[in-house]
Nanobody
Framework: QVQLVESGGGLVQAGGSLRLSCAAS????????MAWFRQAPGKEREFVAV????????SYADFVKGRFTISRENGKNTVYLQLNSLKPEDTAVYYC????????????????????WGQGTQVTVSS
C-alpha cells in the first residue's frame, strides 16, 4: 500500500502562486509515476501534470503549460506542483495520485490508471 498526503492549498488572488506538496509513504518505488489531477464542482476529474520518477519525464495538460511546474525532491518520496499565474478557473480540489507500475505516457493522463490517491487539497482563486 502507498499513502499519499497533500498539503499547500489555500485561497489566493488571481495572478498569485501556491505550491502543493504530496508526500508518499509505504511501499513506494522510484519507478512510480506520480501525477496531479483536479476536480472542480460539477466537473469530472481532470489531468494536470505527471512526473515519471524513473525517467524524470514530465508532462502537462495544455491549459497549465507555462504556469504550473511539477517536480520531485531528490532522495524523498515527495512531489510538488508549483502553481503560478493562477486564474479563477483553476479553483478546484487538487489530488495527488500514484500508480504501482510504469507504462507508456498515454496511460498517465487517465485517472483510471492510478491506484493510490490522496485526500485532496482545496485551491481557491478569487478574481
Amino acid at each position: 500500500q502507498v499513502q499519499l498526503v497533500e498539503s499547500g492549498g489555500g485561497l489566493v488572488q488571481a495572478g498569485g502562486s501556491l505550491r502543493l506538496s504530496c508526500a508518499a509513504s509505504g511501499r513506494t518505488s522510484s519507478s512510480y509515476p506520480m501525477a496531479w489531477f483536479r476536480q472542480a464542482p460539477g466537473k469530472e476529474r481532470e489531468f494536470v501534470a505527471v512526473h515519471v520518477w524513473r525517467t524524470f519525464v514530465t508532462s502537462y495538460a495544455d491549459f497549465v503549460k507555462g504556469r504550473f511546474t511539477i517536480s520531485r525532491e531528490n532522495g524523498k518520496n515527495t512531489v510538488y506542483l508549483q502553481l503560478n499565474s493562477l486564474k479563477p478557473e483553476d479553483t478546484a480540489v487538487y489530488y495527488c495520485a500514484s500508480a504501482p507500475s510504469d507504462s507508456s505516457m498515454s496511460y498517465y493522463y487517465s485517472p483510471t490508471f492510478y491506484r493510490y490517491w490522496g485526500q485532496g487539497t482545496q485551491v481557491t482563486v478569487s478574481s
